[in-house]
């Protein structure tokens, strides 16, 4: 590139104006468009969970990251993207582990997760993929391969690694599938029954209207302020205008917000608001006994659950003590077990009865064992209250989730790349006997499926038969990460024959594979996305900042070459190329809203969507902003006709279906059950009494940029994951601030950073989930380097009806680490070995 | 009178100064020379010139065909008006041009004079040449575009895998095709093409009296065949049996379940099932002489709401009802699948009970881009295909 002088001067007065400004107001003019040259390198726009972003490339490489001009509240994580892209970690080549490559599926399956690698050419390692898919095809069948865990891709919609990595393996065979996910396991099972709608990743009632009509909120295990940092597309983090302004609120006395969480959350230093603490995993027994309290003082709406609920009767009785287990759960039954005196329940209970409430739930707490219960008893509250359709009012499971609750554009979205085989074709091998076993399991039950194939557990209402599963493959997913205690997955990885990992970075889910291919970041192909996830505030062009790094591809080159070992490229492809497909979705977006706003009450806005050309070249596309609207209120105002989804069509406190199912650890109306292990008091906590929570981290998404070093260095301690201690709990182990920490229980040990903070009770300690899992060697029970909690977390479903993951149900025990520490393991790639 | 008779004599009494060859031959003559000026009149009237010699044509449907491919294209091959809409054979020619008379009534009165006017009308005359199109197998397409000699090979796998099977039905090319020269009626357009083209489809089938049809979308209800007095909305596929036509409205039996709880507004498909078929007005739903109740408070253990077994007769628009399900089903499960797997691999319809679907569509639907007609469609496709309609659940 030549630079003129005028280009210069331009560059040098959109750098002194935006300094002035500020990058908000200047971006859609001069760093949006592609192309733009500012001094020496050209600005492009693309985008990431963490934010849609303008890049500065210089000379090949991605100099500088800034926010989109629409994010006015972007998050510190953007400063981690160029170490995201220039990283240690990243897969650098095809990679097959010695072992298996030696001897396949006659290998030491002892020797998994050792580490120990041989580089492959592109051409080698597709044609190991190739075969092996072949082999479990001809040799075993559809039920021997399992291809359905998919996680959070990098954004873009042309590039969606699970849609690439399912369309081509399902156009070779059929494969188990899975269902449900490791963040609202029990939620979106549990509400269907209940409210009728998974509502977990529902839209919400509009922050402004809750800002206008709420007096109380209660934020209920529920940090937003620090989980909206990320979305599941780019994200523009609206809602935090909205928190600011409810921090106003909280400041002048006009909404009382009130946190019910052992910890202090980022949320409540915030906004400065009050906290309610109670004992980790006793929110229903503190929950039952508000609703004593509503019943008894009358301070519920009998008129709400006659008009819009079922099953009121059977639930009060077992409350009043009338129930199989004689037991009234009165403030003062609750008290002991939850932590908080019996007033103090009653206030609670009062207050929110007293004027307009927002209940906002976070996921916390149904990611514990029997956690379909207090997402039950939350609804069950809300019907009490009888505020359920007012703006305002009513239980939202969603708002600290991407920008649900900032009101939608009602646009049109880009679709995607195909997920699925095209209509009329069939797979290489259309093989559809499962010989019995299910071709779809829980999600989060796939390690025990692994151990025992053949078995049969419930699920939801029905059996589901455990495939016999030889050979994985994951695309953009990491199991390493997500799943419970890692000994015991370590234990079932050795079941497996052949497991195959596409990537760019070389987490913990490579070290235990057994092939490894390296896909390119985001950021080395082009794509678009939504911008500003639920609102779909508009469309976001996601230029090539930087040609693939070392010798990664796109999944879609990946795919295509592995499809055309079958003969299969051009159907794959749609004999279409990357900006074939980027400009198709483009295309199909703008006609789409073009036919919505030619339609009756049609919105102008969407229907003057610029052409392909001018789109990629502005960098995005404004959708406007969308209309305020209260979840339920349908449903208010005519329950008849705008029936819920649950089998009656009302709110059923309790559910006969549930009840036919006749589970011991689900029944038909919400109960408090008593857990596997817990602290304060319950079983285990002799000798484990700490509560281990594993909440989503505050720099990462989940696993997602641990890797990224400049960014990890900032919270890193001594190199290892923090762990946050209470200064009650710290020195009575003699630990400091900054020591290293040994964290164990029965089922693992890891290596820890302390970090000692007022914020946390005695009793309860954080370590954030998606810590990279470093274990020292391959052999079960190996410490863990840097600190993954699911190194100590439970893997028991968290009922039979929902199957979800148990992760909160965990306790631990930490002591100073003394000696010499080992290496962190996690980072920088696998021990490469020459033959 | 005389006159006549006087005509009449002379007409009856045999030549006697021409001779029979004479007549012949001017006969013949004349013959030709008439039969020649009708035809080339008629072919006056074949030409796009005169077709568009009205204003009414001209400004609106010839504009239109302007903007298409059979206009104009890379082969230079141009269709006019008559190559579609006149009949090539000459039977049918002439019958068609009777019947086009009208069109002339029209230009002198003034019907369709104004742009308005005429898009008030257009479905109206739309529907006219999809009946004459239905009816023939869309005769004038296949003048050119034979079945036969399509290379299958040639056409994009999209296009194959729906021509492949209509070829085999010989299908009709306009059953699919509306809107291919002209614009679409407004009322017709849609969001989801692939439904608006069963939509489309409807339009052109015929009703007979006592046979059973499934709506192609929603209609509105009315207790008179005037259509003038509401009573509700017909859910779209639901099953109806055609009891009587009169002009352009249809009088349809609705045989359904309904809670007894609230007001029974909602009509559902059948009993314990939230599979919706109809949503009737407050007034209607609880009048005893509108409602034919069949069952009364069955109850339904899993809920345990009483239910009742009714049954409705209401009148609605003729033209929104297909003889089958099986395409609706189609559309809407490609739509589901194409739809929910742009983020996830979407669950088998069987993987839920037709109860459960409900609560598991309205929890995802927002982060698709379904019109809400598409969405009752799918939601119902779905329900219908449950687990509580399939043997093998997972």
């Not at chain 1, 050419?121 to 075993?140: I, K, N, P, V």
């Not at chain 1, 074939?580 to 977006?589: A, N, P, R, S, T």
């Amino acid at each position: 590139m030549t630079i003129s002088r005028r280009s210069f001067l331009k560059g040098a007065m959109a750098g002194s104006a935006a300094s002035l400004i500020g990058p908000g107001l200047l971006a859609s003019s001069a760093l949006a468009a592609e192309g733009a040259e500012v001094g020496l390198g050209v600005w492009k726009t693309s985008g990431s969970h963490w934010g849609a972003l303008n890049a500065l490339v210089k000379g090949g490489k991605v100099a500088e990251i800034k926010p989109f001009g629409a994010d006015r509240h972007p998050t510190e994580m953007l400063n981690g993207i160029k170490g995201l892209i220039y990283n240690p970690s990243r897969i650098r080549y095809p990679m097959a582990r010695l072992e298996w490559l030696k001897h396949r599926q006659d290998a030491d399956r002892t020797t998994r997760g050792d580490n120990r690698f041989v580089r492959l050419t592109w051409d080698a390692a597709l044609d190991l993929f190739h075969e092996e898919l072949e082999r479990t095809q001809t040799d075993y069948g559809p039920w021997a391969l399992y291809a359905g865990a998919t996680g959070w891709r990098q954004t873009g919609q042309v590039h969606s690694c699970g849609n690439h990595m399912q369309r081509a393996v399902a156009m070779h065979g059929h494969f188990v599938k899975k269902v449900g996910d490791y963040s609202t396991g029990a939620g979106q099972v549990i509400l269907p029954y209940v409210l009728g709608s998974t509502e977990v990743y529902s839209q919400g009632t509009s922050w402004p209207l809750i800002l206008e009509n709420s007096k109380t909120v209660v934020l209920w295990g529920n940090d937003p302020y620090k989980n909206l940092q990320v979305g599941w597309n780019c994200e523009t983090h609206e809602s935090y205008a909205y928190l600011e302004q409810l921090k106003a609120k909280v400041a002048d006395g006009s909404i009382r917000v009130i946190s019910v969480d052992p910890v202090r959350t980022k949320t409540q230093n915030y906004l400065g608001c009050e906290q309610l603490y109670l004992n980790p995993m006793t929110d229903v027994a503190f929950m039952l006994a508000m609703a004593y309290t509503l019943y008894n003082e009358e301070l519920y709406s009998q008129e709400f659950i006659d008009a819009y609920a079922l099953g009121f009767d059977d639930f009060i009785a077992y409350v009043q003590g009338e129930g199989d287990d004689g037991e009234a759960k009165t403030p003062e039954w609750a008290a002991p077990i939850c932590g908080v005196d019996a007033e103090q329940i009653r206030d609670f209970a009062r207050l929110l009865a007293a004027d307009r409430t927002q209940l906002l739930f976070g996921w916390a707490i149904q990611r514990q064992q029997h956690g379909e219960q207090p997402y039950w008893m939350g609804a069950v509250l809300a019907t009490m209250l009888g505020q359920i359709g007012l703006p305002g009012g009513g239980i939202s499971y969603g708002h600290h989730y991407s920008s649900i609750g900032v009101p939608s554009s009602g646009a049109s979205a880009p679709g995607a790349f195909p997920r699925n085989v095209d209509a009329g074709k069939t797979p290489e091998h259309d093989n559809t006997d499962f010989q019995g076993a299910a071709s779809t399991i829980p999600v989060a039950r796939w390690i025990d499926c692994l151990l025992n194939p053949g078995e049969t557990i419930q699920y939801n209402g029905s059996e589901v038969v455990f495939p016999d599963i030889r050979m994985c493959v994951f695309s953009g997913c990491n199991p390493w990460h997500h799943h419970q205690d890692h000994n015991r997955m370590k234990q079932a990885f050795r079941k497996l024959e052949t497991v195959v990992t596409i990537d760019y970075a070389w987490n913990a889910t490579c070290r235990f594979s057994d092939l490894v291919l390296p896909a390119c970041t985001q950021f080395e192909r082009n794509d678009l996305d939504v911008y500003g996830s639920y609102s779909n505030r508009g469309v976001l062009a996601m230029h090539k900042l930087v040609d693939p790094l070392f010798h990664s591809r796109s999944d879609f080159d990946i795919f295509t070459d592995l499809c055309r070992r079958f003969g299969r490229d051009e159907e794959y492809r749609q004999e279409l190329d990357e900006m074939g497909w980027v400009k198709k979705l483009y295309d199909e977006c703008r006609e789409a809203n073009t036919a919505l706003s030619a339609a009756p009450g049609g919105d102008e806005p969407t229907s003057s969507m610029p052409d392909f050309a001018t789109f990629w070249k502005d960098g995005y596309v404004d959708f406007g902003p969308g209309e305020n609207w209260v979840r339920h209120a349908d449903f208010r105002q005519a329950p008849e006709v705008n029936a819920l989804g649950t089998p009656s069509g009302f709110i059923e406190i309790s559910s006969r279906k549930i009840g036919r199912y006749e589970y011991d650890d689900c029944q038909a109306h919400p109960r408090w059950m008593e857990k596997a292990e817990r602290s304060h008091g319950g079983p285990g906590s002799d000798r484990y009494p700490l509560w281990l929570q594993s909440v989503h981290p505050d720099k990462r998404l989940h696993s997602q940029m641990c890797e990224s070093e400049a960014l990890r260095a900032t919270y890193a301690v001594q190199g290892r994951e923090p762990i946050f201690i209470g200064p009650e709990d710290a020195e009575a182990r003699g630990i400091q601030d900054g020591d290293l920490v040994r964290v164990y229980n029965d089922r693992g040990q890891l290596l820890a950073g302390a970090v000692v903070s007022d914020d946390f009770p005695s009793g309860v300690v954080r370590i954030q989930e998606g810590a990279w899992y470093g274990p020292v060697g391959p052999e079960i029970g190996a410490l863990d380097t840097y600190g993954d909690p699911n190194t100590l977390t439970l893997d028991v479903g968290t009922s039979k009806l929902a199957q979800a993951p148990s992760a909160n149900t965990c306790v631990v025990e930490i002591e100073r680490f003394e000696g010499e520490a080992p290496a962190v393991t996690a980072f920088g790639g696998p021990i490469t070995v020459d033959v | 009178m005389k006159i006549l008779a006087a005509l009449w004599n002379t007409l009856k009494r045999p030549p006697v100064h021409i001779s029979l060859g004479v007549i012949i031959i001017v006969s013949f003559l004349g013959g030709i020379i008439f039969w020649g000026g009708f035809n080339t009149a008629m072919e006056v009237t074949n030409t796009e010139k005169f077709c568009v010699s009205c204003h009414e044509m001209e400004n609106n449907v010839y504009q239109e065909l302007q903007q298409t491919v059979h206009w104009s294209n890379r082969s230079g091959v141009r269709a006019i008006c008559s190559d579609c809409h006149v009949p090539h054979n000459w039977t049918d020619k002439i019958a068609r041009k009777m019947q086009a008379s009208k069109e002339v009534w029209g230009a002198i009165f003034g019907t369709i004079d104004t742009p308005e006017k005429f898009e008030a009308k257009r479905l109206e005359l739309a529907q006219h040449e999809w009946s004459r199109f239905k009816a023939n197998g869309s005769q004038e397409c296949r003048n050119c575009h034979d079945y036969d000699s399509m290379d299958w090979n040639a056409m994009s796998d999209e296009a194959r895998r729906f021509m492949e099977p209509a070829a085999e039905r010989s299908q009709s090319c306009v059953d699919c095709h509306k809107g291919i020269a002209h614009q679409l009626p407004q009322q017709m357009g849609s969001v989801d093409p692939l439904l608006a083209g069963l939509v489309r489809e409807a339009t052109s089938v015929r009703l007979d009296e006592g046979e059973t049809y499934y709506s192609a979308k929603s209609v509105d209800l009315y207790t008179d065949a005037e259509r003038t007095e509401q009573a509700g909305v017909l859910q779209v596929a639901t099953e109806v049996k055609v009891l009587e036509t009169r002009d352009d409205s249809v009088k349809l039996a609705i045989a359904a379940w309904r809670k007894e709880k609230g007001f029974g507004r909602v009509l559902y498909e059948d009993f314990g099932q939230n599979i919706s078929s109809a949503v009737l007005d407050k007034d209607i739903a609880q009048d005893g002489a509108m409602i034919e109740t069949h069952q009364s408070d069955v109850v339904d253990e899993l809920t345990g709401l009483p239910w009742g077994q009714v049954s409705v007769t209401l009148w609605a628009e003729k033209g929104a009802y297909l003889g089958k399900r099986e395409a609706l089903w189609e559309t809407a499960g490609q739509t589901y699948r194409d739809a929910c797997s742009v983020c996830h691999t979407e669950p088998a319809p069987e993987h839920f009970d037709a109860n459960t679907w409900p609560a598991m569509f309205s929890g995802m639907v927002g982060f698709t881009n379904m019109s809400a007609p598409t969405q009752e469609l799918v939601l119902k496709y779905l329900q219908m295909h449950s687990s509580d309609f399939v043997d093998a659940a997972h």
